[in-house]
């Protein structure tokens, strides 16, 4: 009784609904910062971003390229940090002034990141279906 209630059911699933969904959301939230550039480099410009059309598209990207990475299972301890970063960002610097309410959802995207780059990205995508390829190969 005790080890069911301690022990992890379905592991492997349970990290790649994890990653899935942080994936679609990073899509859901960066495909809109790509259609309206100037207005989000603006943004990050008003937020005293040295250049602000660098670390526009560096947000936007990690969003978009990160999330889809995350959504295939494709380099996802490569893309992590970068997502990472950019919550971090969102939480501290874009949101600052604003109450936690406006702040929770980046600071929650943020740590399903921080989670999935300590899990790893399971054995549901590509990066497993790589890494077994790679080992049968040796």
Avoid: N
Avoid at 39 to 60: D, I, K, N, T
Avoid at 87 to 109: I, Q
């Amino acid at each position: 009784m005790w080890r069911w209630v301690v022990k992890p059911i379905a592991l492997e699933s349970a990290i790649g609904l994890m990653r899935v969904w942080l994936g679609a959301m990073m899509l859901w939230h960066g495909i809109p910062k790509l259609g309206h550039m100037d207005s989000f480099q603006h943004r990050v410009g008003e937020l005293g971003f040295p250049v602000p059309e660098f670390f526009a598209w560096a947000a936007a990207l990690s969003e978009v390229v990160g999330g889809a990475c995350l959504i295939l299972g494709l380099a996802t301890r490569l893309v992590l940090p970068f997502i990472v970063v950019t919550m971090a960002t969102a939480v501290f610097v874009a949101h600052a002034a604003d109450p936690f309410s406006r702040k929770e959802l980046a600071a929650t995207y943020g740590i399903i990141a921080l989670v999935l780059w300590f899990l790893g990205p399971g054995r549901w995508g590509l990066d497993g279906w790589i890494a077994a390829r790679h080992s049968r190969e040796r």
